[in-house]
């Protein structure tokens, strides 16, 4: 993944006036944020966090429709950039704001270029039925946020299953279980239209289902089970 970085800062006078909602202050720095992809095409609904290295403290806010956000972070401690990878975080860079009591003014742009497809962790079924556990409440819920947050996003659902059974049957078991996924998203009000439920079946596994050996491999085909969502359009 190709990762960018650009910051600048701009340092003002108490006279100047602002036309930013958010100001500066002289204990806190205002931050407009930028996140595109490679492209420069602008990134909504992207979660960006701020770990404060000697606070502690978390500052948290996501982008607009054209990749933007402003954000007031305390002066004098140095920030870790934490961005929002649908159910994960990732560290991405850091950066400095001055003690000393000035009124700061910090555009950062973030640049990086996410996945497309991608496994939805700690989605699981009842063995051998598509009825999800409670378990998997928290990794969809999470998926929920994102496609509310980025309200143009639209994604496909493909269920995947190792290669126990009849070529049939986990065809139609990986179908039911991607259906079960997109009604439970739909459920938590998310466009039925935004949303492709697709079975794959045994048909593209990501591990050995048995070693080249012949011996038995369970833990390839517990990879092999899994739920994967592709998004298939980001922007209008």
Do not use: W
Not at 63 to 71: A, E, P
């Amino acid at each position: 993944m190709k990762n960018g970085f650009v910051l600048s800062i701009l340092l003002l006078s108490a006279s100047c006036v602002f036309s930013q909602t958010l100001e500066p202050t002289e204990t806190k720095a205002l931050i407009n944020v930028l996140v595109t992809d490679d492209n420069n095409v602008p990134f909504e609904g992207e979660i960006v966090s701020f770990l404060g290295k000697s606070s502690k403290e978390i500052f948290k806010s996501h982008t607009d429709k054209d990749g933007k956000f402003s954000i007031l972070l305390p002066i004098g401690d140095t920030y870790k950039i934490k961005y929002r990878s649908f159910t994960e975080e990732v560290d991405y860079s850091e950066f400095a704001v001055p003690a000393e009591r000035k009124l700061y003014t910090m555009n950062v742009k973030i640049t990086y270029q996410p996945a497309k497809v991608f496994v939805l962790e700690n989605v699981e079924f009842d063995y051998g039925k598509a009825s999800l556990r409670s378990s998997s409440y928290k990794a969809l819920n999470d998926l929920v946020e994102v496609m509310k947050l980025k309200s143009r996003m639209e994604i496909e659902i493909g269920g995947h299953t190792d290669n126990i059974g009849s070529d049939e049957a986990n065809l139609k078991l990986s179908q039911a279980r991607a259906e079960s996924v997109k009604k439970y998203l739909v459920s938590k009000g998310i466009s039925a239209s935004r949303i492709t439920a697709k079975g794959y079946g045994a048909s593209m596994p990501v591990d050995y289902n048995t070693h080249p050996d012949g011996s038995d491999n369970p833990e390839g085909r517990q990879r092999n089970r899994r739920t994967e969502v592709k998004i298939t359009k980001e922007h209008n």
